[in-house]
Structure formats: C-alpha cells, structure tokens
C-alpha cells in the first residue's frame, strides 16, 4: 500500500495486518470508552464494514444495555455512533451529514490518520531514492536569491548589516581560497546550511563544528560562527561545483542528526535527507534558499 504526498511515495504497511491495534489506539486517543469504544471498534472493524447497525446492536445487546432499564440495543448504538462521528469530525474529519456519515469518517480514519500512525510506529519504510533525487526535491523547493551567498574571506566587510552595500557574491572562487557564507535572514529562527560538494557528498556545515548554533537572529548570519568556532572561514579545495541549502525555520526540526553533527560536519546519508524533506513538506512556514559556485 503506497501513499503519494507532493509526487513521493510512502511505503505503508497493509492496514489490514494493523486495523486492530490502529483502531484499539484511535479509541484511546479519542477517548472512546465503556460502550462507545465498543461501538467505534466494531463499527469500523474492515470485515464489518457490510453489516448493518441492527445486526451489530443485536450481537452486542447485552453490553449496550449494561446499566439501563428496558434500553433500546439499536437506538443506543445509534445515538453513541453518532457522538463518535462528532468527534472525529471535531478533530479533523471532513463532515458528512448523509446515512453514509460513518463511512466517511472510517475513510478519514484509513486514508489520511493511518498513515501518521503507521509512521509513528515506526512502520513506514523510506522509498528507495537516492541521495541525488532526494536533493533534487529539496533544492526544487528552494528559491535562489542574494540571500544566501558565498564571498571571499578577504572580501568580507567586519560587520554586514541587513540594506548596507553588498558584498561581492561569487559564482566561482579560485581554488585553495578562503570563503565565508553569509544568510541574509528576514525573520528569527533556526537555520540548517548544507553543501553538496562536487563529489556528490552532502555534509552539514550549520550545525557543525564550523557553526555551532542553529539560532539565528534577524540580520546577516556569517559562517563559520568565529568564535564559537575555531574556524575563521571555510577552504575551497575541490574543483568543481559546490552547491548550498540553508533551510530556516521557527523550530528546531526534531532530527536526531542534527545533535550529531554539531559535534564533526556529518555527511548525510539518504536516510537524513528523507527526514528533511519530510519535515519540510509538512511545515510550509519553512525558508528554504539555495545558491551555487564553482
């Protein structure tokens, strides 16, 4: 079973090898309890989906009524299914007022919240792409401007300031120079800078070694980050063509690599860019800029 989201391919487990413990953690994350967990279980149990409400208020008769005098198995189910559809509809299901109201939000439940849960579960396996289509998508999100640029150390004025002349942005350097990038960022949040060497390599220059704080202030954010680094500029020491991406966000993206690689520039493997993307396709308040140089 595969769900596509923005032209990518999720690989998902067959929900009918998880409906029972999906739907025994939907009744808990809603809060469906006693008599309406009952009713929510069954009621969306695949192999039930063609019997009707009577025949299931009848098998469970004795469970509905538990608690009531003379109760009315049919009517109870009825009136706690529909509260179970409120519910669900409060909590991001599309409404639908026909007969068919139950179907709509068992489709909601499967389609879309499955997935998230099969995700959370760890049961979604990453598509087999590589590093190069990953990038690919990343830098087709991503706008190139002057807001992201690569200068010569020497060239580089002490204290740059959002509206002040700009430096002079290369597309190419000579070979063995010393280079900064410098960010030009519109708002404050987090920055992620990374490069793909000509070799095909991508590394993590912020956080890194080089820049150790991925907290940044409206301005012109310079890397390296000198001090806290060690490192004043970085080195331009392979021929070819260098390509970066600088990723800003509100919030830190809870990327467990992240913490990695503010230790040694870590080279990222496919696995760490699917994660990017995902998390960038799922939070459009993301920046992402791009420029390149030989």
């Known amino acids: 079973t595969n769900l596509s989201s923005e032209g990518w391919t999720m690989n998902l487990p067959r929900y009918e090898d998880y409906e029972a413990d999906f739907l025994d953690a939907m009744a808990t994350r809603f809060g469906f309890t006693g008599k309406n967990s009952l009713i929510f279980e069954k009621r969306f149990l695949e192999d039930n989906r063609e019997v009707t409400h009577e025949t299931l208020a009848a098998k469970f008769a004795e469970k509905l009524n538990k608690g009531t005098e003379d109760g009315d198995p049919y009517r109870i189910f009825r009136q706690q299914l529909s509260k179970i559809c409120e519910k669900l509809e409060a909590a991001g299901c599309p409404p639908s007022k026909g007969v068919d109201r139950w179907k709509n939000a068992k489709r909601w439940l499967r389609e879309v919240i499955f997935p998230q849960w099969a995700k959370e579960q760890g049961l979604v396996t990453p598509p087999p792409f590589t590093v190069d289509q990953i990038w690919q998508q990343l830098k087709a999100k991503a706008i190139d401007s002057n807001l992201l640029e690569v200068v010569l150390a020497e060239e580089l004025r002490e204290v740059p300031v959002l509206g002040a002349r700009r430096n002079k942005s290369r597309k190419s350097v000579p070979v063995n120079s010393d280079i900064k990038y410098q960010v030009k960022v519109e708002?404050?949040?987090?920055?992620?800078?990374?490069?793909?060497?000509?070799?095909?390599?991508?590394?993590?220059l912020c956080p890194s070694e080089y820049a150790p704080n991925s907290r940044c202030d409206a301005?012109?954010?310079?890397?390296?980050?000198?001090?806290?680094?060690?490192?004043?500029?970085?080195?331009?020491?392979?021929?070819?063509?260098e390509q970066i991406l600088a990723l800003i966000t509100q919030e830190l993206p809870p990327l467990d690599w992240l913490e990695e690689s503010k230790e040694e520039a870590l080279e990222?493997?496919?696995e760490h860019l699917y994660g990017l993307l995902e998390y960038v396709e799922g939070n459009r308040d993301c920046q992402v800029l791009w420029t390149e140089y030989s």
């Open 187 to 204: 708002r404050e949040g987090y920055l992620i800078l990374l490069e793909r060497e000509p070799s095909g390599v991508v590394c993590c």
């Open 219 to 241: 301005g012109v954010m310079v890397l390296p980050q000198c001090p806290p680094s060690e490192y004043a500029t970085f080195g331009a020491d392979e021929v070819g063509r």
């Open 268 to 270: 990222l493997e496919r």
